[in-house]
């Protein structure tokens, strides 16, 4: 009997003790929106985050002062966004490569 009274506990469902993920800053999004960004969830610590597009997306780079952004050593190309989560190889100021990890 005590296998029967298992099955029938796994099946009730957990009430949360409190509310999943963070709450969106509403004039923070409406601010990033009017940006032309997008406000979502990233980053290691799960926060909203306005992601904003690069005014120099896709442009040609050799060190990461052509850029807005970060200059992308594998294509020598300015990011797309800002900020940029994970990690990436990148160009220095002096052209040296480095790995930026960004959470």
């Given at each position: 009997?005590?296998?029967?009274?298992?099955?029938?506990?796994?099946?009730?469902?957990?009430?949360?003790?409190?509310?999943r993920?963070p709450?969106p800053?509403?004039?923070?999004?409406a601010?990033?929106l009017?940006?032309?960004?997008?406000?979502?969830i990233?980053?290691?610590?799960?926060?909203?985050?306005?992601?904003?597009?690069?005014?120099?997306?896709?442009?040609?780079c050799?060190a990461?002062?052509?850029?807005s952004?970060?200059c992308?050593?594998?294509?020598?190309?300015?990011s797309a966004v800002?900020?940029?989560?994970?990690?990436?190889p990148?160009?220095l100021?002096?052209?040296?490569?480095?790995e930026?990890?960004i959470?």
């Amino acid at each position: 009997m005590a296998g029967a009274f298992t099955s029938v506990a796994a099946c009730i469902p957990e009430t949360p003790s409190s509310p999943r993920g963070p709450t969106p800053d509403k004039a923070a999004q409406a601010a990033c929106l009017a940006e032309g960004g997008t406000y979502e969830i990233a980053g290691i610590a799960g926060q909203y985050v306005c992601i904003r597009p690069t005014v120099d997306a896709g442009k040609s780079c050799s060190a990461e002062s052509d850029c807005s952004g970060f200059c992308m050593a594998e294509t020598r190309t300015c990011s797309a966004v800002t900020p940029m989560f994970g990690c990436h190889p990148i160009l220095l100021d002096d052209g040296s490569h480095a790995e930026i990890c960004i959470d």
